[in-house]
């Protein structure tokens, strides 16, 4: 069985739906957990430290260990917050789920600079004032997980959401170079995109009874998603640099490939022209690899071309992580 004793983890957005099942879960699985949650509203608005609070209550009644975080994570001060409160409660931060969010339906269009940025700063800012001040911590202790959830709505795409897709999206971007920079450290980090009834589906759908009748929305219970998000959270959990989709009990890799393509002949000066002749070729997406690091990609075509990456004889060479 899986467990966490002895270990810290710090869940954000935890005091409601899905982030409150990943604390719960944690917590029964032995560890102690900060339950962060601001209390505010699905829209970001306000504030309510009884959120928190009662998770942290349903936890200790059960036997388990917890405190109660505030802060929101949207400035350099409230990550560290966040993570001071691990430290100073626990001793030590062995798993952070980067899960505290906003959300909001605005067409293209219609989004002005202020909705872009107020949903980039609670998800992707969130996400960067939180990791590093942990990442400091995990990387004394040479060991600590990341799950950073991050969404479909990114990765594939949703209507009326390209503030919430940038920032989510973003999130994967961050996580790819934690993994990277964090694996000397013995610290893994990756991403989940989840699809679970909670109340952003709620509010956002209002059809009660399409809500109550629906059999995709009975299926995608978020109870279905909370394996996933442990299992990667734990030592357990050996892998690094990924991204997991969880919907409605499927559980699956999402990755981005690199195809094969088309490779110019190194004699001649390609034209718009000669894209559009061998289209098909660079959209093919029969032959790939999921490179590790933008160096796998660059020693690819290095080794297609047979070029060496660097000038004979250099002393600088691309760092050993990165190969990997």
């Known amino acids: ?39 505010g509203t699905m829209h970001g608005e306000g504030s ?95 060991s600590g997980r990341f799950v950073f959830i991050s969404s479909s709505a990114g990765n594939f795409g949703q209507p009326m959401e390209a503030h919430y ?32 009834f909670s109340r952003m589906v709620t509010e956002t759908v209002g059809d009660e009874k399409f809500l109550a009748e629906s059999g995709f929305m009975r299926a995608i219970r978020a109870e279905l998603v909370v394996p996933l998000v442990v299992f990667l959270a734990s030592r357990a959990c050996e892998s690094t640099h990924r991204n997991y989709s969880a919907c409605a009990g499927r559980y699956a890799r999402v990755f981005v490939g690199l195809s094969e393509g088309w490779l110019a002949d190194a004699e001649t000066q390609p034209t718009a022209d000669d894209i559009l002749a061998h289209l098909d070729a660079i959209s093919a997406t029969e032959k790939f690899i999921v490179p590790d690091s933008i160096v796998d990609e660059v020693l690819e075509v290095c080794d297609r071309r047979g070029i060496s990456p660097m000038p004979d004889n250099a002393e600088v060479a691309f760092p050993e992580s990165a190969k990997k």
């Open 165 to 196: 897709a940038a920032a989510k999206t973003g999130l994967v971007g961050l996580s790819n170079v934690i993994a990277i920079e964090g694996a000397e450290h013995g610290i893994l980090s990756n991403t989940v995109l989840p699809t679970g």
């Open 48 to 142: 309510d430290a009884s959120v928190a609070d009662q998770v942290v209550e349903e936890i200790t009644q059960g036997g388990g260990r917890a405190v109660a975080s505030y802060d929101s994570v949207d400035s350099p001060e409230g990550g560290q917050s966040i993570v001071d409160a691990a430290v100073d409660a626990f001793g030590r931060v062995d798993a952070v789920v980067s899960n505290a969010g906003i959300f909001n339906s605005i067409p293209f269009d219609q989004l002005t600079a202020d909705d872009w940025r107020r949903m980039l700063s609670v998800h992707l800012d969130g996400g960067f004032y939180l990791s590093q001040p942990a990442f400091k911590v995990m990387a004394k202790q040479k």
């Open 1 to 39: 069985m899986i467990d966490f004793k002895d270990q810290v983890a710090i869940v954000t957005g935890a005091g409601r739906g899905l982030g409150r099942l990943y604390a719960l879960e944690l917590a029964r699985r032995g560890a102690a957990v900060v339950v962060n949650d601001l209390g």
